[in-house]
């Protein structure tokens, strides 16, 4: 009985890494967009650097959420494949909101396939710098 309470209890403390990574990623994302906005308008980047920047930002805050929040020493790839694609997700419906548009493209699924690798790579990262200290 005793091992399926810690089973349980290992369990929300898996999902709440994944949530906290989550909330991170988002915070970094919506302060690296607005950033990369005023650089755009200051510098006057074109437009097919735009969706580069975007894809760079997504990345690292993925990047940033996983080594933050992944502590516990397991299947750090599976977490980060969880937070990135979570991630993406999360990332799209807020800024579908903020736009005020929700459209479902080809691009949504490149975003997936990206953020999923992006987190794995993290993912593995970050239980490795863990485990090592």
């Known amino acids: 009985m ?4 810690n089973a349980v209890a290992r ?12 909330i991170i990623a988002l915070i970094v994302a919506l302060l690296a967009i607005l950033l990369s906005a ?7 980047v074109s437009d097919s650097a735009i969706p ?6 997504k990345s690292v805050s993925i990047f940033i959420g996983c080594i933050v929040s992944l502590k516990k020493p397991n299947s750090g790839w599976l977490r980060g494949i969880i937070c990135g ?10 800024f ?5 548009n ?8 490149n975003d997936c396939a990206l953020g999923m690798v992006s987190g794995m790579i993290s ?11």
Do not use: P
Request: charged share 15%.
């Open 2 to 5: 005793r091992s399926k309470k």
């Open 11 to 22: 369990d929300r403390g898996y999902v709440f890494e994944v949530v906290n990574a989550n």
């Open 38 to 44: 005023l650089a755009v308008k200051l510098f006057n």
């Open 52 to 57: 580069i920047i975007n894809q760079v930002i």
């Open 85 to 94: 694609f979570t991630f993406v997700m999360l990332s799209f419906l807020v």
């Open 96 to 100: 579908s909101a903020l736009q005020n």
């Open 102 to 109: 929700f459209e479902f493209s080809l691009a949504l699924l």
């Open 123 to 133: 993912g593995i990262i970050a239980v490795n710098i863990r485990n090592r200290k």
